[in-house]
Each structure stands twice: as structure tokens, then as C-alpha cells.
């Protein structure tokens, strides 16, 4: 017979304000198998937790039944206390008499009761047929892979490196850098985007702890924390990396210049081989097929002479790479939205309607026009300048209802830069409210109006006009609730951010969820914002949210603690609670191989009775989350979820049977 | 030959007497019948919809019943009409309970069975404006096409389209050989109904549309609605503008394109004469 010992947590008034905690106790003293029940006012400090222990010791108890707070809130602290009586922490169980008890039914004190004493109940039915359990561990490959090179990837690579791991940053493009090396100066200091980028993308390719994979993709991954398979896709850079020397002739000769060039948000041209930007890491070029004249036409060839170093290697494919990481960090970053479908706004045809992004390349000394702001209709130099912000964010009819962050910030630092360069030039913006909550943001924005005469308009703009030689600009102030017309030169539109186009696929072949707006979920939005529900899986940068860059580095800061945590453990300890497959009764019918949200079962050839080899279910242990979904999927009741077992359960529900 | 259920609405026969004559004409060219509906009664234009929602939708609402009755398709040339009957319809069909009041009144229930069309789309789906129709291609005439407020909007009325920047009338002045111009004033309001209570605001804003098609380098307009032309065209003198722009139907475009002449198409009614740039382009 088991003997049970049953404990009643007062939680100060917070329990027994409402539950008679007399009553639950007398009524606890009677079920079958409790050898003991008491109260004390505070169950989980010291001399509450001692009472547990002392009382296991001197009355021989083999299992505990703590009536408290939440499991989630204490369940840990109560295991401990029963592992340091000397019993497995696993035969204990909580009856959570606050969270679903008192703090919710404080007007029947009675019936309030009356429910502990059942959770009570069924506690002690479920704790009769509790079992120990033993902690289980898992090997960890101490490498981390991060997918993307954009601020967030670089940083969250530096600091995983810097405390001793090895990384691999996977990045798509021909060079590390994202979006942080196309900016001109970054809010709200002002200082040079490259200047504070560019010694880090460096730092990356010195550091002995990080190999870089530029122009290339995850394809495939398998596994779990601790142990990721990952395939990794290097497209064929037509350029041999070891022999390169980046001294850039190629480029200089190579006749195909028709192609917009990426990296300059479509405002200029590229040729077929190309690097994206000067300071690109690796500063060595690649050719892109689809622009290059001897792909297409079978001649051309001119790269290859004019190298120096025979670098240039036409025939090279694309190879895969298979490599093992015990954590992997996603920081793919975003795209900005694509304003074609604003038909107030010129449906994108109209030269002189840029976007901010657009303006950051034309306003920056090392962009295309050499730091000249040039309209693109006539390469005038535009005198007054509308700003429109919003376009693609808290915008239902887009589909766009959130807010993208950055947009009012960037918008005030192109509308200061604007002023700076031409003190002569007027620029309006048109918000729909201010949201400039970070340090120092609200008087950077106040500075840009009061010192540099920026004129801020509360409202929307209904029109753009193509007039012969300027834009006419319609529309409301809605703080005088005037009607404006604003005769202007160039209108800059502040296009939300939006997660990468393909960013469903990463998440796919991760198994990471993503939210309606196609940004990565965190495992909690408050208490676990750079973990995913994929254990050994993070996130970092503007791939979960919009953020800027003091944000998205704080994150990736963030993501490395987290990493390494995860690979300084010698070995992983998992959760015993997991599901376990008994084989004699699997009938390999795979239910729970679909059935299961994290990938957790595989099937294998097992030998059950002696010569008889069956194809069967197994968990891994390691993955498995105890979520308990292949349970319920099961037709041949093979799998059983240890710490709810059915006999568990069966035992609960016996305590409404014989009422 | 096909058919359709003619609703002329009130201005054809009268202001846009001109609109009514070539539309005839062109309409009989390319094998489109149109059926005048027996009895047909105002749609109630702005004045119903701002005094009572029933009436403003019974009224239609008795029109397209009697075309219901004919089995044909409903076409009408005015914009304004147009939007109206087309709302009703769409109401009507998507509210039971309109449905319900509006045959308490009527007597019978529309059950939404016809098409209800703008005489642009009559043209489009079923007269055929290939070249061996167009005898005289409107070579060198740069157009600029108005659709108004209505044509495109609620975007209900015409899916499918870039409302702010409608195409489909430009795709007609092409398909006459003319250039359609581009220009920002397409679907800008020209004042309508103010036009006699406050016409300060129809100098402003049909001015506006007028300068924005100077501007663009039109040598004309093209609208698609009575109430569009009389702002744009009538009132041009009153505005004292440094130009003046002949504003013409399309159906009237069309015409010239397949050789009517300027008069059997009433091109003599507009205050703003067309004739000195259709003699200088060769087109008359
Ligand atoms: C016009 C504009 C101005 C801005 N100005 C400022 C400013 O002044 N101050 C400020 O703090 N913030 C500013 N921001 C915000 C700033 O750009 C972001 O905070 C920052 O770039 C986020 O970095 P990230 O690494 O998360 O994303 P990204 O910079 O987008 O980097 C993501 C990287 O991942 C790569 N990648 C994507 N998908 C894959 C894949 N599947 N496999 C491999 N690699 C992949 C991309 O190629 C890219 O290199 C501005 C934004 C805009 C649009
Ligand atoms: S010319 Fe040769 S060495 Fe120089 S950048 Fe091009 S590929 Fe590299
Ligand atoms: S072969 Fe291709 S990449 Fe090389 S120079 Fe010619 S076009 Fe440029």
C-alpha cells in the first residue's frame, strides 16, 4: 500500500483567504493511501519545504501530493524537496488550489473548497500510481550554425565565437553586411553605418572560431537539439575562392552593366560579376548567370582574360555541404514592402516617388550618385521633399495592421541628413502618430523639427500628381484640419518591413512557427523572446519582429547567451515525461510519426521476439516535448507518455466514478 | 446582333443630346441593339441617396425589374445611372431584408438575373472594334481618358481594375489608333451635381482636371459621362483659363473613327469645338 503524505500551502491569504484549508486537510486525511496530511502558511519557503522533508523521513512516506500554487510556479521546488528526502523527484504531484481555485472562484468560499478538496483527490489518485523516473541526457555537438549575415547574424556569430564555440554564418548574398551596409548614418546618434559595421564584418572573417558560407542556403534539416544535420546549399560563385585576389578588374571590364544592382535598391546598375559593395566580406566577386553575356550567348570570356590570378572558373556547380550543430540562430532579417499596389501613391510608376531605402543609397558618399540626392526623373537636385510614412504598415487594407518600427525613426534621419546637405531644401513628413519610444528617440525627433524646420503633418496623403516638372502632393492636416497641397520635387515613401519572401520555407524546414504576419514566434513573447517551441533552435534580429539595430543587437547578444548555455553543458538533460513506444504492440502504422508536431518519432527495423524483425515506432528522446498528441493518435495503445500514463489518467477519472 | 436593355437616363434625350445620337449610331454600327426599357423612370441620381435609402434603391430598382422582365442585359451610358443601378443591384442581392421592403414597394421582387453595364463595357464584350471597323485610325490625336468618380468607384462596381488608375478607356482610345495620354486626373471629381448650386467649386475642381490634361499635352478629353461633360466642357469660358480643350464622348471617338460625320454625331453641340483639331490632324 502506498504511503502518501498530502501538504496544504496556505500562499499567505492568497489560499486561505478563500479555501478552508482545514477542511481540505481533514478531507485529505481520509483518502486512501495518505498517511498524513498538514498545512503550513507557506509551503515553499524553508521551513515549509523542511516540513516536507522531515515529515517524509519520519513517517516512511513513499510519495507526496503538494496542494499550491501552479506546477509551473513551484513544481520544481517541491521535486527538489522530495529528491532531498531521499525519494525519486518523481513521485510527486501538485494540486494547483490557487491559480485554478482561489484566485478564481473568491465569491463561493464554500464551493471553492469543495473543488481543492477534489484536486486534492484526484492529485492522490494520480501520485498512487506515479512510478520514478530517471532524468535522461543527450550528447551536444558544441557548433552553432546562424543562418544570415546581417547585423543580427554577425553579432550573435561574435559572441557565440567569443566564448569559445564553433559557428558557421550561412549567409544568401555574396557578402555578410544586410541591410545595416546600405544605410547612410543610423539614428538616433548619427553615427556611419559602415564605420560601426564594417570592422565587425571583419572581425568575422578573422575569427578562428567562424567559418563563413557566403552566397549560400540552408536546404534540409534533420535532427535535434543538440545534434542538427543541416544541409547547406554553396552556389556556384564562378569565381575561385582560394585564388581570388579581389582586386576587381573583372567587374571593371566585364561589358554586361545592364543589371539593376541589388545592393543599391534598383537605383543603379551592376555588372555580371560583381561585388555587391566595396567593403563586401569576402571581397570576392561572383558571377550571376542569368546577367552574364557568355552564359547567355555562349562569348564573352573577358573576365577570364583580364584576371590575373585564373580565378574565374566557368564550369563550377553548386555543391552541398552536410554539417552537425548543436544550436542553430535565425536571423534572416526582413524585405521591405513593395508600395506598387498603393494607387494614391502612383502605383510605383512614377520616377520622383522613392522609398526611404532608395534615398539611404543616393544620400550615402559611397552609393551611385556619390552622395548626391538626384531626382530620378532629371537628376535635379530636389528642394522640397515630402515624406510619406506608414506606406505598407498599420495599414488593414494592405493587410499590413502592424506597425513596423523603425519607419518614423528613419524617416526623421533622412528628413535631418536632407536638411544637412541642403540647407536650402524644405522636406514635410506625414505621419499618423510619432512612435519614437527608444533612448533618446523622442528629442531626436523633436530636435529634427525645432532645429532643422522639418514640418510635420498629422495625416494621410489621398494623391500624388505628376506635374510637368514637380509632384503635386494632396493631402490632410488633420491637427488644423486643413486640406494641404504641397508642391514637391521628390516624395519619400517609408515602406514597411516585411519578413523575407522566403522566409515560410526556413521556417519549414525548421519546423519553427511563424505568426499572420509571417515573422518567427518566440517561445514566450515576455519570458523566452529569443527561444523558439524547436528546443536548440533561436531567433535574433528583425526576422521576429521589426526592431532597429540597437534592438536587433541586444537580441543577437541575447541569442548567444542563450547558445551557449545551451553548448556548455556536457551533456543535454532531458525531461523524463516523454512519450515511450512499447513495440510488441506497435503495429508500424506511422499514426504517430504524422501525428507528432515536432518531428520527435522515427521508424526503425527492431528485432521484437527472437528472428522476428518489425518496423516500429521509436521516440526520440530527445526531441520528444511529452506533449502526449502521439498518445492520443495511437490505434494499438503502443505508446504511453510516461508521468501520464493511462493508468495515471484512469486512476483521476475513477474519482468522479464512484460518486 | 446583340441585345441590350437601353436605360438612356434623363440627360441623353436632352443636355447630352449629343452623347445619345452618337452613342445610336456607333451602337448600330457594331451590331448592338439597343431596347429601350418601357416606362423607364429616373434613377434618383444624388438627390434620392441623400434624402431616403429606400427610395434611393427602389427607384433603380424598378428600372432594372423591367429589364429583368426582358431578360436582357441593362446599359446605360451615364455614369451616375450606371453606379446607381449597379449599387442597387449589388445591394439587393446581398441584403434580404432591402430585397424584402423594396418589393413591398414595387409590388414584385428583383431577383438579380441581369447583368447591369456601363455602355463602355456594352462595347467591350460584345462590339468589336478590330481594324476592319475602324476605317480612319485617329493617328496623332493624344487623348486624355476621364473616367470621374464614378466609373471605378466603389471598387465593387468594377473589379479587377487599378481604380486609382483606371485603363481600360486608354485601352479604347488605343485600339482607335489615337495615343492615350498619361496624366494623374483619370478618376479626379469634376464637381458634378454642384454645378448649379456652388459652382465655385466646379471652376476649381473641373478646372483642375482641364489644366491637368493641358499639362499632359492632350488635344482632347474623353469622358464617358453627361454630367462629367457639361462641367468639363460648358464651363470652360466662365473658368477664364489661358486655353481651351475640346472635351468629347468616346462614343463620339469612336465614331469619328469609323467615319460619321462631325455633325450627324453632334459634335457641333459642344461649347468647346472640336472641329479646328480634328481639320488640323486630318481626322474630319
Ligand atoms: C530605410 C531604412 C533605414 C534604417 N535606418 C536605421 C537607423 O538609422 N538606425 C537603426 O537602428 N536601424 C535602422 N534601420 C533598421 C535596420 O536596417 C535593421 O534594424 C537591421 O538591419 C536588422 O538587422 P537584421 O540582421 O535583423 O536583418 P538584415 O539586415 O535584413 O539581415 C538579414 C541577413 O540575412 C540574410 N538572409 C536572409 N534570408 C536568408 C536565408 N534563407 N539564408 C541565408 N541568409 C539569409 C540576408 O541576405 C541578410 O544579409 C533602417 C531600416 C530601413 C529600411
Ligand atoms: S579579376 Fe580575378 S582576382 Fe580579380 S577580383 Fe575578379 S576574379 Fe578575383
Ligand atoms: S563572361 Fe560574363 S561575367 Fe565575365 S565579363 Fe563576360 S559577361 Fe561579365
Known sequence: ?????????????????????????????????????????????????????????????????????????????????????????????????????????????????????????????????????????????????????????????????????????????????????????????????????????????????????????????????????????????????????????????????????????????????????????PNIPVIDKDSCLYFATGKCKVCEKVCPAEAIDYTQEDEIITERFGAIVVATGYDLYDHSCYGEYGYGEIPDVITGLQLERMINSGGPTGGHVKRPSDGKEPETVVFIQCVGSRDDAKGKPYCSRVCCMYTAKQALLLKEHYPNSQSFVFYMDIRAAGKGYEEFVQRVQTEYGVVYLRGRVSRIYEKKDHLLVKGVDTLSGKQIEIKADMVVLATGLEPKKEAQNLAQLLHIGYDQNGFYTELHPKLAPVETQIAGVYLAGCCQSPKDIPDTVAQASATATKVGALLSQESLEIEPMISEVNPLLCSGCKMCYSACPYSAIEMEDKEIRRGEVKNVAKVLTSVCKGCGVCVAGCYCKAIDLKGWTDRQLMEEIGVFNYE | MYKVAYFPGCSLSSTAKEYGMSTELVCKDLGIELVEIPDWICCGATSAHITSELMAIALPARNLLQAEKQNLPICSPCSACFSRLKLADIDLKRNAQLRADVAEVMGEEYKGTIEVLHLWQVIQKYG????????????????????????????????????????????????LGASPVKWSYKTECCGAAFSLTKTDIVYRLSGEILKGAREADADCIMVACPLCHSNLDARQEEMGLDFSIPVLYFTQLIGLAFSFGYSEMGLRKHFVQAKGLLNSKGLL
Open chain 2, 128 to 175: 468589336d472594334l478590330r481594324t476592319e471597323k475602324v476605317k480612319k485610325e485617329l493617328k496623332g490625336l493624344r487623348v486624355a481618358s476621364y473616367y470621374g468618380c464614378l466609373l471605378t468607384r466603389p471598387p465593387e462596381v468594377c473589379p479587377n481594375e487599378r481604380i486609382e488608375d483606371p485603363q481600360f478607356l486608354d485601352n479604347l482610345v488605343s485600339s
Open chain 1, 1 to 281: 500500500m502506498a504511503r502518501i503524505g498530502v501538504f496544504i500551502c496556505h500562499c499567505g491569504s492568497n489560499i486561505a483567504g478563500v479555501v478552508n484549508a482545514n477542511k481540505v486537510v481533514e478531507a485529505a486525511k481520509e483518502l486512501p493511501g495518505v498517511r498524513v496530511c498538514m498545512d503550513y502558511k507557506y509551503m515553499c519557503s524553508d521551513p515549509g519545504q523542511n516540513l516536507i522533508i522531515n515529515t517524509i523521513k519520519e513517517q516512511g512516506l513513499d510519495r507526496v501530493v503538494v496542494g499550491s500554487c501552479s506546477p509551473r510556479m513551484h513544481e520544481n521546488t517541491f521535486r527538489a524537496s522530495v529528491e532531498r528526502a531521499g525519494l525519486n523527484p518523481y513521485m510527486l504531484e501538485i494540486a494547483n488550489i490557487r491559480e485554478h481555485v482561489s484566485w478564481v472562484h473568491s465569491d463561493n468560499k464554500d464551493a471553492a473548497t469543495d473543488k481543492a478538496i477534489k484536486l486534492v483527490e484526484l492529485a492522490v489518485a494520480k501520485v498512487r500510481r506515479n512510478e520514478p523516473l530517471q532524468k535522461m541526457y543527450a550528447d551536444i555537438e558544441k557548433k552553432a550554425l546562424v543562418i544570415g549575415g546581417g547585423i543580427a547574424g554577425i553579432q550573435a556569430a561574435l559572441d557565440i565565437a567569443a566564448n569559445g564555440y564553433k559557428v558557421m554564418l550561412v549567409e544568401k548574398e555574396p557578402s555578410i553586411g544586410g541591410r545595416m551596409s546600405q544605410l547612410d548614418k543610423t539614428f538616433p546618434t548619427m553615427d556611419c553605418s559602415a564605420c560601426i559595421l564594417t570592422p565587425k564584418m571583419v572581425a568575422v572573417a578573422q575569427n578562428k572560431n567562424i567559418t563563413l558560407q557566403t552566397y549560400a542556403e540552408v536546404t534540409e534539416v534533420n535532427g535535434y537539439v543538440g545534434n542538427f544535420e543541416v544541409n547547406i546549399k554553396k552556389r556556384a560563385r564562378l569565381v575561385n575562392m582560394a585564388k581570388c585576389i579581389g582586386c576587381g578588374v573583372c567587374t571593371e571590364k566585364c561589358p554586361s552593366k545592364k543589371t539593376l544592382s541589388e545592393f543599391n535598391a534598383n537605383i543603379a546598375t551592376r555588372k555580371a560579376i560583381y561585388t555587391p559593395f566595396p567593403q563586401a566580406v
